[in-house]
C-alpha cells in the first residue's frame, strides 16, 4: 500500500514558477511510475507527467512539455513537479498518483483510471 501526501501549491502570477512535493509513504518498487495529474473545475482528471521511481524515464503531456519538470528525491521518498512560465491555463487542483502497471511505457498520455493511491491534491490558480 502506498500513501501519497502532495503540497505546494497557491496563488501565483502567470509567467512565474511553483514547485509541488508528492510525499510517498509505504511499499514502493523501482519500477513503479509515479505521475502528476491535474482537475480543474467542471473537468475530466488529466495527465502532467510521470517518470518511473527509478532511472530516468519520464513523459509529459504535450500542454506542459518543456515548462514543467518531473523529478524525484530518493532519500526524502519525494517526486516534484517544477512548474516554469505557468499559465492561466494551468490552474487546477493537481494530484499525484502511482500507474496501476508496473513498468508501463506510455506512447499516449495515460488516463486517470490507469493510477490509483491518489493523493489529496493541492490547489493551484494562476493569475493573468
Known amino acids: 500500500q502506498v500513501q501519497l501526501v502532495e503540497s505546494g501549491g497557491g496563488l501565483v502570477q502567470a509567467g512565474t514558477s511553483l514547485r509541488l512535493s508528492c510525499a510517498v509513504s509505504?511499499?514502493?518498487?523501482?519500477?513503479?511510475?509515479m505521475g502528476w495529474f491535474r482537475q480543474a473545475p467542471g473537468k475530466e482528471r488529466e495527465f502532467v507527467a510521470a517518470?518511473?521511481?527509478?532511472?530516468?524515464?519520464?513523459y509529459y503531456a504535450d500542454s506542459v512539455k518543456g515548462r514543467f519538470t518531473i523529478s524525484r528525491d530518493n532519500a526524502k521518498n519525494t517526486v516534484y513537479l517544477q512548474m516554469n512560465s505557468l499559465k492561466p491555463e494551468d490552474t487546477a487542483v493537481y494530484y499525484c498518483?502511482?500507474?496501476?502497471?508496473?513498468?508501463?511505457?506510455?506512447?499516449?498520455?495515460?488516463?486517470?483510471?490507469?493510477?490509483?493511491?491518489w493523493g489529496q491534491g493541492t490547489q493551484v490558480t494562476v493569475s493573468s
Open positions: 498518483g502511482v500507474d496501476r502497471t508496473v513498468g508501463r511505457v506510455y506512447y499516449t498520455d495515460p488516463l486517470a483510471a490507469d493510477y490509483g493511491s
Open positions: 517518470r518511473r521511481w527509478s532511472g530516468a524515464y519520464t
Open positions: 509505504g511499499r514502493t518498487f523501482s519500477s513503479y511510475t
